[in-house]
Structures are given as structure tokens and as C-alpha cells.
């Protein structure tokens, strides 16, 4: 998988003008590490491989940690998390955050665990990470991934708090990002990354004068970013949507009428489903990928359209909700099929933002509570600043070199990176 996101940043590059000795240095990561952590479990203490990829921190000053989520699940692999921290590298220089790429992950099932062993897990990790002198504000700093969440995330604060009488970090607070709002999180931030793709949407059908268009829209994953982005589509700036179709790794639901979204998210808090749900043909979360949409939003994890389904996509347009979800050689195909694409990098970079504006403000001024309103809508209009700021940029270089969306991303990225590189070298 790294391997072939390496050989597509070379083609970008070469497109993009961009020196090869940048993506020289993105082929090599700055670090890999694999730590074995050993928490009690049912009475016993079971070995747990905790996973990690440093992957490029171009910026000049020690103050600027690598920056990617820490996930859970059976897939996690050394070869995946080079390639998400990767992603993380060129999504933290489209969006000119003061971060290198990084991802981390342990292989297990967190569906086989209760609660209070995940917690144990979770600690095992923060303490081995802060007393390594990895799980610092300056040095790596995690947020939610595939399977954790704002709670997960204060369990690694709460943690790195009672230890800091060993290590003495000077911002506890910024150790972390994805926290409950009442611990010091950001208001606005498990939301972000959907509210960030329908910005970026909204911008690009300006972009390409669609202003007027009400567009049909499948979402494939009905997790954070997938429910939180149909809940989105309800307010009155992203009203212009008509969401046809939804689905979890269970399954979905299609009308091409359109669905009750505020009906169907009811339903689905209700009954933890989406099967049986009524006013809707129920259709595999497969099926989802090749519905005869406007737009396609994967939005569930890696590798969900290859090249040999590429060819079956009906959507004129498919906007990366998941990292990666899309390979390098479907994207070919894509391309080659005039499919308007807009990758993960730029697509998904709501989440860092956000994070951004945690990290920055928890190594520094401490809100009151009673600021969380006024806070949310500052957020929010960051957040859509540097979203737009963003798609403007990579829409002008497209334009400019007559190059597709995502190549123009990737071009861009690799670009600001490598003028990084020179300052720091």
C-alpha cells in the first residue's frame, strides 16, 4: 500500500514540478515503532503490540509535533499506518498546519472488550508513550481514529496527568486533541472533519458554477464522519443536498427520492441499524459504491474502491470522506473516466484543523465554559476559512496546470513541503 502511494506522489511530483528529492523524503519515515504493552486483562496481563509511524516533520523548529489519530482494529498493520501518516503529512501542508504526519494504531477487535478494558489498554499506551518521552506536545500528539473517540482520548489526558509529576510537561492539556469539551477540549471538534468535507463541498459546486444544483449524494459508512455529515446536510448552509442513500459495514438504505435524514437518524439511535428501516430499499454497504449519484462519499475505511470495481461507480463526483479509500490505480481509472475526485488530504482535513485550534489554545489561554457557544461559532468560521482558503488554492493550480483535483492536492502538497524542506536543510 505505501509502496504504491509512493510511486503516485513520484508521478504528481513530475507533474507538479516538484524536485524528487521531496518525495526521497517522504519514501523513508522518520521513525517506525512497534511497543509492546502488557495491561491486566480479566484478572491477567495480555500483550498488546502498540504500532507507530513518525512520517516527515518538515518544519524548521523543535515546537511542531507530528500530528495523527490512534485507532483500534484488527487491520492495523506497519505498511497502513506508513501510508495514513503520510496522508497526514500532505493534509497538514495543504491546510499550513504546524505538524509532521503521523498515525498509530493496535491490532485487535475493541468490539471484543468492555469498557473498562479498553480504558486499561488506552492507559498502557499513554504511559508507556509519555515516559518514553513519544506522548508530548512538542513530539506526537494523538486524536481519534477508527474505533476511538473524545473518551478514549481523556483517558489518555487523564493519564498523562497523573504522571506528569515524573515528566513534568509543561501543557498537559496539549498532549492530546479530540477531548470532551468539559476537559479541555474544543467545541466543534467531533464534528469537525464532516463539517469540514461539506465547506469544502459546498466550495467546489461554486467552483465549478453547480451553485444551483441539488445534488443526490450516497454515504458509504455511518460512523462519526458519515452520521455527522448527514446531520450537517440538515442545516440550512448545506441544505442543497438530497442524501438518496446510507449504509454501515452492516448495511444501508436507498431512495432515490431522497431519505428522511432527521427520521433516519432517529431510527438508527434507536435501533443501533439501519436494517428496517422503513421507506427505503435496503441495499448492501457495498452496493452504496455503485448507486447512480451526484455525488459518492466514502466514508468507512481503506481500500473500498480498487480497480477492479472502479469501473462500476455511476457517481459523477466521489469526495474521500475515509482515508485512502479510494487505491492509486482506481483513481486511474476515475481519472480516466473524467469522475471528479477530491482526495482524503484535502477532503477529510476538517479533523486536523480542529485539532489545530485545541493544541494551539490548550498551550495557552483556558476557556470558561460559559465561552462553548461563542467558541463553537469562532471555530466554525476558521474552520470554513481554512477549508475554502484551501480547495481555493488546489482549484487555481488545477486550472493552471490542467491537472485533475487530486493531482493538483497532491501537487500542492508535495510543493509547500518541499519548500519546508529547504528551510530546514
Not at 501518516?85 to 495543504?94: G, P, Q
Not at 466514508?299 to 479510494?326: D, F, K, L, S
Request: aromatic letters at 6%; hydrophobic letters at 40%.
Amino acid at each position: 500500500m505505501f509502496e504504491e502511494r509512493l510511486a503516485q506522489l513520484e508521478e504528481y511530483a513530475k507533474l507538479g514540478g516538484v524536485a524528487k528529492e521531496v518525495v526521497e523524503e517522504m519514501s523513508v519515515p522518520d521513525s517506525v515503532v512497534v511497543i509492546k504493552i502488557r495491561p491486566k486483562i480479566r484478572g491477567k496481563q495480555q500483550p498488546f503490540s502498540l504500532m507507530g509511524v513518525l512520517h516527515c516533520n518538515p518544519h524548521p523548529t523543535g515546537v511542531r509535533p507530528y500530528k495523527g489519530g490512534l485507532r483500534f482494529h484488527p487491520g492495523v498493520t506497519v505498511d497502513l499506518l506508513k501510508t495514513l501518516a503520510l496522508d497526514m503529512t500532505e493534509k497538514s501542508a495543504l491546510t499550513e498546519l504546524p505538524f509532521g504526519g503521523a498515525k498509530f494504531g493496535v491490532p485487535f477487535d475493541p468490539k471484543q472488550y468492555q469498557e473498562e478494558e479498553l480504558r486499561e489498554i488506552t492507559e498502557a499506551i499513554a504511559e508507556r508513550g509519555v515516559l518514553m518521552g513519544l506522548l508530548d506536545p512538542d513530539q506526537y500528539v494523538p486524536g481519534p481514529d477508527l474505533n476511538t473517540n473524545s473518551k478514549t482520548m481523556f483517558w489518555i489526558y487523564n493519564k498523562v496527568a497523573e504522571l506528569n509529576a515524573k515528566v513534568r510537561l509543561p501543557n498537559v492539556a496539549a498532549c492530546v486533541t479530540g477531548k470532551p469539551v468539559e476537559y479541555d477540549g474544543c467545541p466543534g471538534r467531533e464534528d469537525a472533519t464532516a463539517r469540514g468535507l461539506a465547506i469544502l463541498l459546498n466550495k467546489l459546486l461554486d467552483l465549478l458554477s453547480l451553485a444551483e444544483s441539488r445534488p443526490t449524494v450516497a454515504i458509504q459508512g455511518f460512523g462519526n464522519v458519515g452520521m455527522n455529515l448527514a446531520a450537517a446536510m440538515l442545516e440550512e448552509e448545506f441544505s442543497r443536498y438530497r442524501v438518496v442513500a446510507v449504509s454501515d459495514v452492516h448495511g444501508g438504505v436507498y431512495n432515490s427520492e431522497g431519505l428522511n435524514i432527521k427520521d433516519l437518524l432517529e431510527y438508527y439511535q434507536t435501533n443501533k441499524s439501519l436494517a428496517g428501516y422503513p421507506g427505503a430499499l435496503a441495499v448492501s454497504n457495498k452496493q452504496v459504491l455503485f448507486l447512480p449519484v451526484d455525488i459518492l462519499i466514502p466514508a468507512a475505511i481503506e481500500n473500498q474502491i480498487t480497480e477492479n470495481n472502479a469501473g462500476e461507480v455511476q457517481a459523477r463526483m466521489i469526495v474521500e470522506a475515509a482515508n485512502e479509500a479510494v487505491t492509486p490505480k482506481a483513481q486511474v481509472i476515475l481519472d480516466n473516466r473524467q469522475i471528479t475526485f477530491v482526495p482524503g488530504i484535502a477532503a477529510n482535513a476538517g479533523g486536523v484543523v480542529v485539532s489545530y485550534i485545541e493544541w494551539s489554545r490548550n498551550r495557552g489561554m483556558r476557556r470558561h465554559t460559559v465561552d462553548i457557544n461563542e467558541d463553537r461559532i469562532w471555530v466554525r468560521c476558521e474552520l470554513k476559512k481554512i477549508m475554502e482558503n484551501m480547495l481555493a488554492a488546489i482549484f487555481s493550480r488545477s486550472r493552471q496546470l490542467k491537472l485533475s483535483l487530486a493531482q493538483s492536492a497532491h501537487a500542492l502538497a508535495l510543493e509547500r513541503i518541499g519548500k519546508q524542506l529547504a528551510v530546514k536543510y
